[in-house]
């Protein structure tokens, strides 16, 4: 992983998690007619990260499944 603002400055970085937390969004996995299992995973991480040089940025990230089915941010 690198820091999206060191990448523009042409700057290397360290980079360091501050934190991270999710959505309490409740569902449940299932297995389909064929058999096959699923998992629609409806929440959203987002982890908090700050650089050596001070710039701060955050990534969310949500659920997909083998299906092709993606929670959208």
Not at 6 to 34: H, R
Request: net charge positive.
């Amino acid at each position: 992983m690198k820091c999206p603002e060191c990448e523009k400055e042409n700057l290397e970085s360290i980079i360091y998690k501050k934190g991270n937390s999710s959505t309490l969004v409740n569902y449940m996995p299932f297995y389909d007619k064929e058999g096959n299992y699923h998992n629609h995973d409806k929440n959203i991480a987002t982890s908090d990260y700050k650089c050596s040089n001070g710039h701060r940025f955050i990534i969310k990230s949500s659920g997909s499944c083998w299906c092709g089915w993606k929670n959208e941010i």
